[in-house]
């Protein structure tokens, strides 16, 4: 049996993420012959919720409650999938390559003593399990041979597209009540606040995403960037060199040690393009660049360009969209 | 695991990569990245970690211990975090290569019990979440398993007090669902991420300062099993085929066509 982790939202949705990885165990477990996939909540499971499992073809869902999930401990969280495994015979546990699916995982296989392979994309051969995983923040692949019983992984973000299942399954709710020994609850959140609205959280999640680099010049250099944004209703995102510098906030950083976006459109203005920043929004399906620099990694990747300085661009353009609308 | 509070002596874990702002570059063996391109540095998240370890020293009297395990070259990594507030150095000798995530966690480990036996326990062990190369994901968590102690991921800021009584570390970060703060007694492990702290810059005082502290060097203690690794490879790369839309604002209009093309004005 393999069993996902799968994560909720802040409506008691499954993340998209984790029905990416309930996809990657269906292919797994065809290739396996057949083999249930199993689905692990923690707390409530909403009909919602219980519906889209269904429908990725989870055989059971295994709801982890009781007290000691009342606040996110990642050592609990692992305790949790263990008293599952208990009953389960499971040989394969999988999670999204999310904070807190890598998170839990890795006390997952800390305490069963096995390997843990982060951010898988793709498996090929089952005996030895081999897995295809992202390594530098998605520019180099790693062929990874995964030993150890449960086998245990994550799945990059946006590897697989999440499909539902040819059938649906019956996701019946299982309840399981662990007893959670008190030192996995000694590292556990004690306090949790909001965040505000439209900060970085929009980042991960906006069909349209405006991007600022060092191209921008200096903290006073946002004005028609943040018109820009305002008029498509995007959040702004940015390099990390704009961050280092003091002139946007982190949590507006996209890029390896940001924010990962995978927006419908992405318009990065003033961004060269390194690694570091590409890392991050790989995933956007069309791209928008416009750099005075027409060889710049960030030009020669994306789908459509404008040459020129971001300054004198972006009100043209900031213009010519109210000048439609009014018309 | 009683000692005297007169001050927390934090270790802190760094690791060298190949600096990731340049192209990829891969060794010919496929086994990792090939840096003589690219340059090396410390992993981002770490510099964050260097910078946290060195303020709960500062605020706590104590003291800030940066540990490496790699190549001789790695301690271009320590003498870069003795330059910006630490003040000793451990280095594990070792082809880094050759270790996987749980080989680190032990060769971690065994550093902490050493040092305690020394008389330099180390309450407060901090590493960046994930290194910018392997990128594990993993390694604080098994270190804290090897030691028994509690563990706080992916958080960016950290500080060292007395909570009721007892040393503490409160650290928070972003989560799922907003920032979150943990409050953990000491011993502990906590893995830092980028964001929460600026890493200062070495003064040249620092740098004077930082060449000649004593390095204390180690062999590994136990034999790497490895990581699984295969080999690594690179996408393949794709031809540019990107559309140039003009020249300047006079591309606006063709920009703002593209826009309504995509369906993402109709607001």
């Known amino acids: ?327 | 695991m009683n000692h005297p509070m007169t001050g927390v002596n934090v270790l802190v874990c760094v690791k060298r990569v190949p600096d990731a702002s340049s192209e990829v570059v891969l060794t010919d063996d496929g086994q990792g990245v090939d840096g003589r391109f690219s340059g090396y540095a410390t992993s981002p998240h770490e510099e964050c970690a260097v910078e946290l370890a060195a303020r709960a020293a500062t605020a706590t009297g104590g003291e800030a211990t940066v540990l490496t395990l790699g190549d001789a070259e790695a301690v271009e990594q320590l003498r870069a975090a003795l330059a910006v507030g630490c003040t000793a150095a451990t280095h594990v000798v070792a082809d880094g290569q050759q270790f996987g995530p749980a080989d680190v966690a032990r060769e971690i480990a065994a550093v902490v019990r050493d040092h305690e036996v020394a008389g330099r326990p180390h309450d407060l062990v901090l590493l960046g979440n994930d290194a910018a190369d392997t990128g594990d994901f993993q390694v604080g968590i098994r270190l804290a398993y090897e030691l028994g102690r509690p563990v706080v991921s992916g958080v960016t800021t950290v500080d060292v007090s007395e909570v009721d009584g007892r040393m503490s570390v409160t650290a928070s970060g972003d989560g799922p669902d907003g920032h979150e703060t943990y409050v953990v007694p000491l011993p502990a492990v906590v893995t830092v991420m980028e964001g929460g702290v600026e890493p200062r810059y070495p003064t040249i005082p620092g740098r004077m300062k930082a060449k000649k502290v004593p390095i204390e060097e180690r062999a590994p203690v136990g034999t790497p099993s490895g990581a699984g690794r295969l080999r690594w490879s690179l996408p393949p790369a794709t031809p540019s085929d990107v559309q140039v839309l003009g020249k300047g604002p006079e591309a606006a209009p063709a920009v703002v066509d593209l826009l309504e093309q995509l369906g993402v004005l109709s607001r």
């Open chain 1, 1 to 327: 049996m393999i069993l996902v982790l799968v994560e909720k939202d802040l409506h008691g949705a499954a993340v998209e993420v984790s029905l990416e990885a309930l996809t990657f165990a269906r292919s797994l477990a065809d290739a396996g012959g057949g083999v249930p996939v199993d689905a692990v909540v923690v707390g409530e499971v909403p009909a919602r919720l219980r519906e889209q499992l269904a429908a990725y073809g989870a055989r059971e869902v295994h709801r982890l409650a009781g007290d000691a999930f009342d606040s996110f401990a990642g050592a609990a969280w692992a305790a949790g999938i263990e008293t599952v495994l208990a009953t389960t015979r499971s040989v394969v546990v999988m999670a999204a390559g999310t904070p807190r699916g890598g998170e839990v995982l890795a006390h997952l296989s800390a305490r069963a003593d096995v390997p843990m392979a982060a951010n898988a994309v793709s498996f090929d051969g089952l005996s030895p399990f081999v897995v295809h995983r992202q390594v530098v923040g998605g520019q180099a692949l790693e062929a990874m041979q995964v030993s150890g019983r449960p086998t245990v992984f994550t799945v990059a973000g946006h590897a697989v597209e999440a499909r539902p299942a040819a059938a649906p399954a019956t996701a019946a709710v299982v309840e399981h009540v662990p007893d959670v020994a008190a030192a996995d609850l000694v590292a556990r959140v004690m306090s949790t606040e909001e965040p505000e609205p439209d900060r970085s959280g929009s980042l991960k999640t906006a069909r349209v995403v405006v991007g600022a680099g060092r191209g921008a010049g200096g903290e006073d250099g946002f004005d028609g960037l943040l018109e820009l944004a305002d008029l498509l209703g995007a959040p702004l995102g940015v390099s990390r060199v704009v961050t280092s510098l003091g002139w946007r906030p982190h949590h507006e950083q996209v890029g390896q040690t940001g924010s990962r976006i995978s927006p419908d459109l992405y318009i990065p203005c003033g961004i060269s393009g390194a690694i570091q920043h590409w890392a991050g929004c790989s995933s956007a399906k069309v791209i928008l660049a416009i750099n005075t620099d027409a060889d710049a990694p960030m030009v020669t990747k994306a789908t459509h360009a404008v040459i020129g300085d971001l300054h004198e661009v972006v009100p043209a353009i900031n213009a010519e969209i109210r000048r439609r609308r009014s018309g």
